[in-house]
């Protein structure tokens, strides 16, 4: 027993009210939601939510694909908007700022990870939403009229980066910077594969061509050909199905970001890799492992990695980083109500390349 015999409900817990929009069990269906989020402690930032992108984590996690949902889910972690109050101690922010906060509410700040600017690695991480709170309460995500949060995980937006179109850096784009920078994919020269041309693989080619890469994008779908040599700056184009294609390419790669998160064969993909060449996947697949064969490895020394995120400090160099390159993401601006229609199309992989929610002029507060 926790101490707590009588359950508060949500709105009841904190108080400040807050609306959002809850999926309230695993059918995954968002619907208009009441809660509250704590008082603005002395090292908290408040923000008014004005944007959110949707992830396939937030479809996933509304589903209980994973199963560790805890419903109800108020998901969104692509959240950015404008301070409204900031707590006592609070030293980089105020009234006014651009912030932004991404997959984290918070980690344990002493561990080896921590202390190296590592807190995605944190063992005792919080998510931003479908979390646990150090007193106790379930963290809730951006599909939501405000967010409070510890200004450590907060990160500046740069002002020449719309809010729109640079929610989704907080996620998809933090989540492939990252690798390119940890497994040294980021010299220029280096030639790169994009596996899957979504919400992070669209991101993953223009960091990496920013950063003066070669890049192939390999994909199942040669729609998307165009789209990734003309808009997206790709140099060349593969379909992953295309045996002489994928032949044809057999040893060029230094290495590839995965960002598919279905079953899918990684065989193909250690064949385009050179010696040394390193696999990294970044894509998260509902449940079923993925098959790895053992040939290739040995016999060219090659490495399959994962990747997750990004520590703060690094997100908020990416988003420098951005600024600097004119770097944002692709969108499409949705409605609040919009949402689950959303979920649909992106289960389809039916947007170019990311939905961002306008919660600052569509999210009513239901009172």
Same mark, same amino acid.
């Given at each position: ?174 989540? $492939?910077?990252?690798? *390119?920078?940890?497994? +040294? !994919?980021? #010299?220029?020269?280096?030639? =790169?594969?994009? &596996? @899957? ?65 279905? $079953?899918?064969?990684? *065989?193909?993909?250690? +064949? !385009?890799? #050179?010696?040394?060449?390193? =696999?990294?996947? &970044? @894509? ?84």
């Amino acid at each position: 027993m926790e101490g707590k015999l009588i359950a508060k409900l949500p709105e009841e817990e904190h108080p400040q009210i807050t609306f959002g929009w809850a999926a309230k069990d695993q059918s995954g269906v968002l619907s208009p939601f009441k809660f509250s989020r704590r008082a603005t402690g002395e090292n908290d930032v408040k923000f008014k939510v004005l944007y959110c992108g949707i992830c396939h984590g937030d479809l996933h996690m509304s589903k209980n694909d994973f199963g560790f949902s805890t419903f109800p889910v108020v998901p969104g972690h692509e959240i950015v908007g404008v301070v409204t109050e900031v707590g006592d101690k609070v030293e980089k922010f105020k009234v006014g700022d651009r912030v932004g906060v991404g997959c984290f509410a918070g980690s344990c700040r002493s561990c080896d990870y921590c202390k190296n600017d590592l807190e995605n690695y944190c063992s005792e991480m919080i998510f931003i939403f479908n979390g646990k709170y150090y007193d106790g309460t379930t963290t809730h995500g951006g599909f939501s009229d405000i967010m409070v949060t510890d200004e450590h995980f907060i990160v500046r937006i740069p002002d020449s980066v719309p809010l729109d179109a640079g929610a989704p850096l907080l996620c998809a784009g933090i989540t $492939v910077y990252s690798p *390119l920078r940890y497994y +040294g !994919l980021d #010299k220029p020269g280096t030639h =790169l594969g994009v &596996v @899957g041309l979504g919400g992070l693989g669209h991101m993953a080619v223009k960091f990496a061509k920013a950063m003066g890469v070669k890049v192939t994008v390999i994909s199942t779908s040669p729609n998307k050909k165009q789209e990734a040599i003309e808009s997206l700056g790709a140099d060349s184009f593969l379909i992953s199905h295309d045996q002489d294609q994928m032949q044809g390419a057999i040893g060029t790669l230094d290495g590839i970001i995965d960002t598919v998160s279905a $079953v899918h064969p990684l *065989l193909p993909l250690l +064949g !385009l890799l #050179k010696s040394h060449g390193k =696999l990294v996947l &970044v @894509g998260i697949p509902e449940s079923k492992p993925l098959e790895l064969p053992v040939f290739p490895l040995l016999f060219g020394r090659k490495i399959v990695a994962g990747s997750i995120a990004g520590g703060m400090k690094e997100t908020q160099e990416m988003f420098d980083f951005a600024a600097k390159h004119n770097i944002t993401a692709d969108i499409e601006v949705i409605p609040m109500d919009y949402v689950n229609t959303a979920f649909e199309r992106l289960l389809k992989a039916d947007v170019k390349y990311r939905f961002v929610i306008d919660i600052g002029n569509t999210l009513k507060s239901h009172h």
